[in-house]
């Protein structure tokens, strides 16, 4: 079976066009996960959003760890079929899982020992540093839908299909909107769970656009085909994928550990100051989100 759209002939600039224009409005879909949880949060009061704000650099560890590999995986799938070679795309695909439950368990273990001292470390009000533990605990056990669905999304870019991660996210945040308010406020027999409610409707909705985008690669319908019917191992690519996904990760990263010293000080100023800080941020965030869809659009054509 041949990609849908051969990158390796024609346009190049079209090319590029034709994959960050779908992967832009997918960013987007990805950051509107924060600012719906910001809005419905901010009718708890300033504290429940100075939780979500300082737990921030910690969910966006957990994304750079996710993307960096998402990273590695579009690239190598990229390449091996602009290489024509074939056999070895599904088990990129296969190792990239492994990969992928691997990190999951790792984020997990350290996370659940770390979540108390880093808290303390930042020296929130009491009722904040209650909400962040709820809210990052639930992150970190939820974080397989992240991971797993990051994967099944680079799979589908690298092959030069941005179309159905976006639908997946597009799916994802629909279910957020209407999840988010049941679960933090309460409906019919849901109790009201306040920002952790928030942190599970997260969890719950990109897992739901992480079964669509899977049973996409299932269906057939993509170049990436997933069976598990002879899952080979492959040590060269793991190692080949790491050495993609380590350095963007580590970079990424960096960005967050310095968030979370700006945190520290912003919440000298009270969690007021705090929350205000965090709105401020996920706005400015929106403003990149062109520079990295051309980026990774450019690393599919090149691959």
């Not at 990295?292 to 450019?298: D, N, Q, R, S, W």
Request: positive net charge.
């Amino acid at each position: 079976m041949k990609p849908k759209k051969d990158l390796t002939t024609g346009s190049i600039r079209k090319h590029i066009m034709f994959l960050a224009a779908p992967m832009l409005i997918a960013m987007f879909m990805h950051n509107l996960f924060t600012l719906v949880d910001t809005f419905f949060v901010g009718k708890l009061g300033h504290e429940a959003i100075a939780a979500v704000a300082a737990s921030f650099p910690v969910f966006f560890i957990i994304i750079a760890l996710i993307t960096g590999l998402g990273i590695g995986v579009t690239s190598f799938v990229a390449r091996s079929i602009g290489a024509k070679d074939f056999e070895k795309v599904n088990i990129i695909a296969e190792n990239g899982l492994i990969i992928a439950g691997v990190l999951y368990l790792l984020t997990l273990v350290v996370g659940f020992f770390t979540i108390k001292p880093l808290v303390a470390f930042l020296g929130v009000q009491p009722i904040v540093a209650g909400f962040m533990t709820d809210y990052i605990s639930i992150i970190y056990l939820g974080s397989f839908a992240f991971f797993f669905g990051n994967i099944a999304n680079a799979m589908l870019q690298g092959e030069g299909d941005t179309k159905t991660p976006m639908k997946a996210l597009v799916m994802a945040n629909i279910a957020n909107i209407i999840l988010d308010p049941a679960f933090i406020f309460g409906l019919g027999p849901l109790p009201a769970l306040g920002v952790k409610g928030a942190a599970i409707a997260t969890i719950i909705s990109q897992a739901f656009g992480a079964v669509y985008a899977y049973s996409h690669l299932f269906s057939g319908k993509s170049f990436v085909k997933l069976s598990f019917k002879k899952l080979v191992y492959s040590s060269s690519i793991i190692k080949g994928i790491l050495s993609v996904s380590l350095p963007t990760s580590a970079a990424q990263g960096a960005i967050a550990v310095g968030i979370f010293f700006v945190n520290k000080l912003v919440a000298t100023f009270g969690s007021a100051a705090l929350a205000g800080f965090g709105i401020a941020f996920r706005m400015e965030s929106i403003a990149i989100l062109p520079a990295l869809a051309l980026g990774i659009a450019t690393l599919t054509t090149i691959g």
